[in-house]
């Protein structure tokens, strides 16, 4: 994975991150631990997913669903 794919893919987690502290009211800690276990973030490790080079609100959707759900879409 070159730097630019790794630098979007940190700047969303940050994103992630805070909106999961604002949704839901949790601390960064319990926001970081479900954001980093989730399959949302497999797949936006993952470069041929293409989900780095979306914005925030999008991958959100899909994180938020999978929390909500237990299913990724």
């Known amino acids: 994975m070159n730097n630019d794919i790794q630098f979007q893919i940190e700047c969303l987690s940050t994103e992630l991150t805070t909106m999961l502290m604002d949704e839901y009211g949790w601390d960064m800690k319990h926001a970081l ?3 980093y276990s ?3 973030y497999k797949r936006l490790n993952d470069p041929e997913s293409g989900l780095y080079y979306e914005s925030a609100v999008y ?12 299913i990724v879409k």
């Not at 991958?59 to 237990?70: C, D, H, P, R, W």
């Open 59 to 70: 991958v959100f959707s899909y994180l938020k669903n999978e929390i909500e759900t237990g």
């Open 33 to 35: 631990d479900e954001l």
């Open 38 to 40: 989730s399959e949302t």
